[in-house]
């Protein structure tokens, strides 16, 4: 996908207007692909692919595809005997929660996952399918759990950003969003949080250094002053949820404002992600 992470493309697309719906192992081929929108039949949705389950080959993706275009899967156990898949790819599947139409939440098919035998594939892969065991009674994962766990298996989430559920913390603290910062007036001094998306050193730019912030209401561009980051090197590099305190400048040409935040002091807050994995793309 290029210079910007899929979660960036996603959410754009999002916020553009596009109908982007889930990895589902029922409907998905490997790759992303365009489907019919309900909601606007001149505008195509997007099914996201199998190729985005982290620990899922495309050897293994092409048999899903294959195994159902003559039967739908009826039970996660019949997708892995007839799709032939070991138990590392049926947990992959679970945990990206692309079994949803399957068994329901994460938790249920991770549980779900447990029950297949990793050799019924190999030793009957076109055995008439079983009766499953009657699913679990098992508590969803919580809204934060499945977004941890969207980012940790996929890469991105179709959920709320991860930002959304702290954004009453940083209200309480002070701290200005994506939003308030384009609407704020030049030389303004703010106070800002957001994840890490990208780091770029211009081999022109006098080693400045600029940084894009992403929260569940855009992006922020950072410009960091060589003293600056010297003095913040370490929060400046290894953040991954970097707040910076700073002044807003805006220029206006054109049609529309360009606006950065320029840095005064950076601060590592990435403890407050607990263990959510999110990816920049830096210094290139």
């Known amino acids: 996908l290029g210079f910007y992470a899929p979660a960036q493309i996603v959410r754009d697309a999002i916020e553009h207007g596009v109908e982007v719906r889930p990895i589902d192992v029922t409907v998905s081929d490997w790759n992303c692909t365009l489907a019919p929108s309900e909601a606007d039949a001149c505008k195509p949705a997007v099914r996201l692919g199998l190729e985005l389950v982290s620990g899922l080959s495309e050897a293994a993706g092409e048999r899903i595809v294959s195994a159902r275009t003559s039967q739908a899967f009826a039970s996660v156990e019949a997708l892995a005997r007839r799709a032939q898949l070991n138990r590392g790819e049926i ?126 209401t855009g992006t922020i561009n950072v410009v960091v002053w060589r003293s600056t980051a010297e003095k913040y090197r370490s929060a400046m590099l290894q953040s991954r949820l970097l707040t910076v305190y700073g002044h807003v400048e805006r220029v206006t040409t054109g049609v529309s404002p360009i ?26």
Not at 131 to 157: F, K, N, R, W
Not at 261 to 281: K, N, Q, Y
């Open 91 to 216: 947990n992959a599947l679970a945990a990206a929660d692309a079994l949803a139409p399957l068994a329901g939440h994460r938790r249920r098919a991770l549980w779900a996952a447990l029950g297949v035998d990793a050799e019924a594939p190999r030793k009957a892969p076109l055995a008439a399918e079983l009766p499953g065991e009657s699913m679990v009674d098992l508590l969803p994962p919580t809204e934060g759990q499945d977004i941890i766990a969207d980012y940790q298996h996929t890469a991105l989430t179709l959920r709320r950003h991860p930002l959304a559920l702290l954004r009453s913390r940083f209200n309480a603290q002070g701290f200005a969003s994506a939003a308030d910062i384009r609407n704020a007036r030049n030389r303004q001094r703010v106070r800002t949080t957001g994840i890490v998306t990208c780091r770029q050193r211009p081999g022109t730019a006098s080693g400045v250094i600029f940084i894009t912030l992403e929260d569940e």
């Open 259 to 284: 606006v950065h935040l320029i840095a005064a002091r950076l601060e590592d807050h990435s403890p407050l992600l607990g263990s959510l994995t999110v990816r920049s793309h830096d210094f290139h």
